[in-house]
């Protein structure tokens, strides 16, 4: 068919209609492939992309793609896999430019992405995209001739789009809902990009957004990140390679961050906050917190130096690691400033805990408050300095033994430690609260103490403390229930150690000494107390030797407690052998004083009644005393009060010699001799009623040999009766008191000079032997003689046998009849002369003993009968009706003794009342009945 020519609708066709007719038909397939072809050929080519990936189903709702415009649009694409999850896209948006491409630039203005879902999962060293294996392979060499790429993206904005990571044990589920990058062009690299992200980590919300230079010579960024509630036990899996286990609890972060990837090294800087709800893990070490806030002020790296100031506050902490762990109800850590340069550290700040505990292999503790204070703190690895403070409050440490209960410790100062050596200097104050410390048995408590100072220590100790003070000091040993001492308060100036051992003391004083006290049955109250120690100079040198310049004491009381076992309280040391005086250390003292009312109280209980001694006040001043010079004199005075008589002394003494030396010279005025009745009565068998002593005393010791004489004056010395088997009655044959009688003078004194014999270890005479001798002295054999000269009434006068035959001075007794207790005219006859005789010698006492025997028995039953049964008994009388004796009953003793008062009551009341004489110088005796002998009577024994 031949178009050209032919006739259509009226008209003829000609060859340009054909050309005209055949190019339109061609733009017109043109057209149609324009707009067909590439949406077509888009979706086949993702479709067959998918299936190639290994998607066994897939499905593309609609594409849109404008070539001519340069856009290009996919909605609600699924790819399904054999197994996994399906990879959706909801919808995708490009919008690019054309031209660009020639200079091999990719020009994007939109990027606009929503509903992407995918699940990437590393597996066998790979990667698994939902569920499909995705082949890795390192990027082809690039051609370094041909012009690089470069990327120029106005926008990108992703929505609702879910990413769910999954390496090993670690899943990740991040949930996208809305990302916006804007400004990324590698041709502009000083042009930052801003990026934003909000959506979800685990169902956590976190939000992410700030700005980066990714393209330029020295990337940088600046971001703001805030995550709510994120759990950590999602990243159990991640710290697992570290050695962190059990990891879990509850963070809430803000943080700010900005840095560079300099050629020096990467440049960070880091602020902000982060709150952990409940903390745990349970490797390398089990650790829970009930809450935990980091407060990120400031963070800098640079690459080679980290600056970091933040603030940590932690609650209900607890930790705990093989061998120990810890827990702290609050613990807060304020670091002002901290660098560190990979060799030093430098720190600022503050720690503060409450309610503390710890435990470790070498021991335990515990504080209800801690405090450190870091003005400045240096650390180089090696060597530590630190200025600043620490404050503890209720602390209790158990260590080594030792048990420690600190209630109060503050510190502040400089301290500077070489770690390596252990060995440092400590400079500054402190003060302790009340403390208790406890090693084995012994006990020791403190309520304050305060020093200032500087100490250096290490292999040796040195140190200087220009003040130190201690209050209430008390030492306690629970093993012997012995309190060893208690200190009221110490204060000692220009305190200094040296490092060979060496300590001296400007001063020191000490107030409320006390030592040595037991505690529970058989205890005792303290054996030494003291108002007030003074010591001046005082040095101890690295050789042990002791010098005090001065030694002051005020307030002294020693109890001394002798017993058969020794003085109670000072039962010290194992028995062993002492050391020699080459073997001990020099001790030098400059001047000791004893005052102030300081006082001794004595008490013997070796004999077998107890000796009462107490000297008050005592006055004692030595000078000069030196171990090493032996030989030289230390001259001191003595002032002591004893009762109400006075003992002054003076001289010198060599202590330290070995056989003691030394001169004294003293005088003894009325003292009383009473309280040593006692060593009179274990020496002679008598006891002193009254006496005073007084005397001159002038001794010397030359080696241990005494030479000296005691003289001796003895006033109103009256001596109570004498046991008959006394070792001086047994001795005398008459009685002690007529004996001292004889030897008094015209002013009642006795008067002795005793040689003072024999060395110091066993001296020939003391006070009590001054007392005995005094007495026993004056027996002489026979003094019968000079008794009769010396009383008138002679006649009165005769010798009494015993029946052990032992000769004593008597009277003739007043003979009773058996029953009867009045006096009869020959008693009272009697009795007048005795008290005329008494008259005439006012230094005579009487002893009256009333006695009552058997044959008193009779008379005595018969009035009682008469008392109890009066009708029988007078007409017993009336009848002449006399009862056997056996009718009676045995001897009611206590009516005989009665009896035997009685009669003693009768004849003291005649001396006192009819015969004028005192009845302080009538004495009576205990009632005695007797089985048989010398018949009823009273005794008169002068």
């Not at 992405?113 to 060293?125: F, H, S, T, Y």
């Amino acid at each position: 068919m031949k178009l050209v020519g032919g006739i259509l609708w009226g008209h003829e066709i000609r060859r340009r209609h054909v050309v005209a007719a055949v190019a339109g038909l061609v733009g017109l397939v043109l057209a149609l492939a324009w707009q067909l072809l590439p949406e077509a050929g888009l979706r086949w080519g993702l479709a067959k992309g998918l299936r190639g990936l290994g998607m066994v189903e897939v499905s593309i709702a609609d594409t849109d793609i404008s070539l001519f415009g340069g856009r290009l649009t996919v909605r609600k694409v699924v790819a399904q896999p054999a197994l996994g999850h399906a990879l959706g896209i909801g919808d995708f948006d490009l919008k690019f430019r054309w031209k660009p491409l020639l200079d091999r630039r990719l020009v994007l203005d939109r990027v606009a992405a929503e509903g992407i879902d995918i699940d990437l999962k590393r597996q066998d060293g790979g990667f698994v995209l939902n569920g499909l294996p995705l082949a890795v392979t390192a990027p082809a060499a690039s051609d370094r001739s041909a012009p690089a790429w470069s990327i120029d993206m106005a926008g990108l904005e992703l929505t609702k789009s879910r990413l769910r990571l999954a390496d090993g044990d670690f899943a990740a589920d991040i949930a996208i809902e809305r990302l916006v990058v804007e400004n990324l062009n590698s041709l502009e690299p000083g042009r930052a990009v801003s990026f934003s992200l909000k959506g979800s980590l685990n169902g956590a919300a976190i939000t992410l957004s700030g700005t980066a230079h990714p393209f330029a010579d020295e990337p940088a960024f600046a971001v703001a990140a805030h995550a709510q509630r994120l759990s950590l036990a999602d990243f159990a899996a991640l710290a697992a390679p570290a050695g962190v286990t059990g990891l879990a609890g509850q963070a809430d972060a803000a943080v700010t961050a900005e840095g560079a990837l300099r050629r020096k090294g990467p440049d960070l800087k880091v602020n902000g906050r982060l709150v952990l709800d409940a903390p745990a893990m349970d490797a390398p070490v089990a650790a829970k917190v009930g809450r935990l806030e980091l407060e990120l002020g400031r963070l800098v790296w640079d690459g080679a130096k980290v600056e970091l100031a933040a603030g940590l506050v932690a609650e209900a902490l607890a930790v705990a690691a093989p061998g120990g762990g810890g827990s702290a109800g609050k613990l807060s850590l304020d670091l002002k400033a901290l660098s560190w340069d990979g060799s030093r550290l430098g720190l600022e700040g503050r720690a503060e805990g409450t309610v503390l505990a710890g435990k470790a292999e070498g021991g335990e503790g515990a504080a209800a408050k801690l405090l450190l204070e870091a003005g400045h703190l240096g650390w180089d690895g090696r060597r530590l300095g630190w200025r600043g403070g620490l404050k503890l409050s209720g602390a209790h440490i158990r260590a080594a033994g030792h048990d420690a209960v600190p209630e109060s410790v503050d510190w502040s100062g400089r301290l500077d430690l070489d770690i390596a050596e252990l060995a440092g200097k400590a400079d500054g104050r402190l003060a302790l609260g009340p403390l208790r410390l406890v090693v084995g048995d012994i006990r020791t408590a403190l309520r304050a103490a305060e020093a200032q100072g500087w100490v250096e220590f290490g292999k040796a100790v040195a140190g200087e403390l220009p003040k130190a003070r201690l209050d209430g000091l008390s030492v306690h040993d629970t093993g012997r229930k012995v309190d060893w001492a208690e200190v009221e308060k110490i204060e000692a100036d220009g305190v200094r150690m040296e490092r060979d051992g060496a300590v001296a003391v400007a001063r020191l004083d000490a107030g409320g000494l006390n030592a040595l006290r037991k505690e529970g049955q058989g205890g005792y109250s303290w054996r030494v107390t003291a108002r007030h120690l003074r010591l001046g100079q005082a040095r101890r040198d690295a050789k042990g030797e002791v010098s005090l310049d001065e030694v002051h004491l005020d307030g002294l009381l020693a109890r001394l407690n002798r017993t058969p076992e020794g003085l109670v309280g000072f039962e010290f040391g194992d028995g062993g052998a002492k050391a020699g005086p080459g073997d001990a250390p020099r001790i030098r003292v400059g001047r000791l004083v004893v005052g102030g009312g300081s006082r001794i109280n004595l008490r013997d209980r070796t004999l077998a009644e107890t000796v009462r001694l107490d000297v008050t006040p005592l006055e004692l001043s030595i000078t000069g005393l030196d171990s090493k010079s032996p030989d030289r004199d230390s001259p001191f005075e003595l002032k002591a009060g004893v009762g109400r008589g006075l003992v002054v002394a003076a001289g010198t003494a060599r202590p330290f010699a070995e056989k003691v030396s030394g001169r004294i010279d003293g005088k003894i005025t009325a003292f009383e001799l009473p309280p040593l009745s006692p060593y009179l009565a274990e020496a002679l068998g008598v006891h002193l009623q009254s006496g005073h002593f007084d005397g001159t005393l002038g001794v010397g010791a030359d080696q241990g040999r005494l030479s000296g004489a005691l003289d001796v004056a003895l006033s109103n010395l009256f001596i109570a009766v004498a046991d008959p088997n006394a070792p001086v009655a047994v001795k005398a044959e008459m009685p002690i008191e007529t004996v001292l009688d004889l030897l008094r003078d015209g002013e009642d004194r006795i008067r002795l000079s005793l040689p003072i014999r024999g060395d110091t270890a066993n001296p020939d005479v003391d006070v009590s032997d001054a007392v005995a001798q005094a007495v026993a002295g004056a027996l002489k054999s026979t003094v019968l003689t000079t008794l009769k000269l010396a009383f008138p009434v002679a006649m009165l006068i005769e010798m009494a046998v015993d029946a052990d035959d032992k000769a004593h001075l008597a009277l003739p007794p007043l003979a009773f009849a058996p029953g009867a207790d009045v006096l009869s005219a020959e008693h009272e006859k009697a009795l007048a002369g005795i008290a005329e005789l008494m008259k005439g010698r006012p230094g005579l006492r009487l002893t009256l003993c009333g006695k009552a025997d058997d044959s008193d028995w009779p008379p005595v039953a018969a009035r009682r009968r008469a008392a109890d049964k009066p009708l029988l008994s007078r007409l017993e009388q009336l009848v002449g009706f006399e009862r056997a004796a056996e009718t009676l009953g045995p001897p009611d003793r206590n009516l005989l003794s009665a009896l035997a008062q009685r009669r003693t009551n009768a004849a003291r009341d005649f001396l006192a009342d009819k015969g004028g004489v005192e009845t302080a110088r009538l004495f009576g005796c205990r009632p005695l009945v007797e089985a048989s002998g010398k018949g009823p009577r009273v005794e008169l024994l002068l």
